[in-house]
């Protein structure tokens, strides 16, 4: 039997013992992740060998071999917060009560939407900013932008703590019925850090800019991951089952299973991020340690390849004029 090989690999990756992925617990040999939107995958296999060599020319005379390794590469088109998790060894949490996720956010707002009063003004945001209590560090700035360019420096918004401990951001309903979060720049602040360095700063005119750019920061308890990378974490070892199809020259599809029993993906990564070209794609690539299958016991091995010649369609005859129904299963 002869075939040939063009179709991509679906895998899974297993446990090899108990881990913990996010927030959800895996136990030794439970499937931790499918990829089925791989662009390619390959198994190399590679071995160093030595000679003994002599005699005239200094020709080779015995070779010895050894140093055996595979390696598995895969290719994915997309990828999850444990996908990546997986390829980098990074961790992954989710936002909650207890462990938010901040997120950074610019939004520009067009003067025609701030409210002026005598010595501040009010911009509405269509997302609630985060402005603690604590004023130690600041974390919104309001610049106020004219022709597209920034022409005061940063402002600070009044924090919502700042006069009662009780009041906070609340969502309110614009003119057009969209959700908006108003916040408060206030001017004529005093900056005193020694008797002679006492000034005050205003806010610009109205007719001296045409919008405002808010760099401020959301807090998340929910819908929300991070994926933390730290100098001590890597990618982790897994059982590996990648299933395809090799066609034989009858035209048979017949499926074929690559099998490795311990594999350690390499914690190599890179994030191509532009605006032409192709998308950017995720390369997983895994080394093979020798172990068992999980069926046989009795050998450790690098890899292992199942070929199901046993597809049966090849071997059916018709047994009435009529089709028979029962065939059916195999046309599938």
């Known amino acids: 039997m002869k075939f040939g090989v063009r179709e991509i690999c679906e895998v899974v990756l297993k446990a090899k013992a108990a881990m913990k992925v996010g927030n959800k617990v895996f136990y030794a040999n439970e499937p931790v992740i499918y990829f089925d939107t791989l662009k390619t995958s390959s198994m190399e296999g590679a071995a160093t060998t030595v000679y003994a060599q002599g005699g005239r020319g200094n020709a080779r005379l015995v070779a010895w071999e050894g140093e055996r390794t595979i390696t598995f590469t895969m290719e994915d088109a997309l990828i999850s917060p444990e996908g990546f998790m997986i390829l980098s060894g990074a961790g992954l949490i989710d936002a909650s009560e207890d462990k938010p996720i901040y997120q950074h956010v610019t939004e520009t707002v067009d003067a025609a939407s701030i409210s002026p009063a005598a010595n501040s003004i009010t911009i509405p945001l269509t997302k609630k900013p985060y402005l603690p209590k604590d ?25 919502v703590h700042e006069k009662n401990s009780d009041t906070d951001i609340e969502a309110t309903i614009d003119a057009e019925g969209n959700t908006v979060y108003n916040i408060v720049v206030e001017g004529h602040e005093n900056y005193v850090t020694t008797e002679k360095d006492n000034y005050t700063i205003a806010l610009p005119a109205a007719s001296e800019y ?18 933390e990378i730290t100098p001590d974490k890597f990618g982790g070892n897994f059982y590996l089952e990648a299933s395809t199809l090799f066609r034989n020259q009858d035209g048979v599809d017949m499926p074929a299973e690559f099998i490795i029993p311990n594999c350690k993906i390499q914690s190599n990564f890179t994030f191509t991020m532009a605006s032409s070209g192709d998308p950017s794609s995720f390369t997983f690539t895994m080394d093979a340690f020798p172990d068992y299958t999980r069926f046989d016991h ?9 070929i199901i010649e046993n597809t049966e369609i090849a071997t059916i005859n018709r047994t009435q004029t009529k089709h028979d ?3 059916n299963v195999f046309f599938n």
Request: charged share 20%; aromatic share 10%.
């Open 135 to 159: 004023q130690n560090g600041n974390f919104a700035y309001v610049m106020f932008v004219k022709n597209g360019e920034i022409i005061t420096e940063p402002f600070i918004p009044t924090h």
């Open 210 to 227: 045409d919008s405002v750019l808010v760099d401020y920061y959301v807090k998340q308890e929910g819908g929300a991951r991070q994926i």
């Open 298 to 306: 009795s050998k450790k091995v690098l890899a292992a390849i199942q």
């Open 325 to 327: 129904e029962a065939h």
